[in-house]
């Protein structure tokens, strides 16, 4: 059964908009070789995260203040970005764009 043209044009709004959110995604799915979206890709996280809990520790065992807090900063970092429903825009604001 053929696609109408309201549905044609959903499915190119969709691709245009998944291009512009996670281009490197529909570049590997066009060569057949799909690669995990944006959303679940969090290798640089998961260092973070150790960087940070690292950086804690290291705090906690020289007594130091500061190094205490930067660990504490770069956990949270960390843990903000492992969120899977972090979306933003242009502007930085959460939630992305308004709904219609």
Do not use: K, N
Request: charged share 30%.
């Amino acid at each position: 059964m053929p696609m109408s043209s309201s549905d044609d044009d959903r499915l190119v709004a969709l691709e245009t908009r998944l291009l512009r959110d996670d281009p490197r995604f529909v570049r590997r799915f066009r060569a057949g070789r799909p690669a995990r979206p944006h959303e679940y890709r969090r290798t640089r996280a998961w260092w973070l995260l150790a960087v940070g809990l690292t950086t804690l520790g290291t705090g906690i065992a020289v007594a130091d203040g500061l190094v205490i807090a930067a660990g504490l900063v770069l956990a949270g970092i960390a843990v903000e970005r492992c969120d899977p429903q972090r979306t933003r825009t242009r502007t930085g604001r959460r939630g992305g764009r308004p709904p219609r």
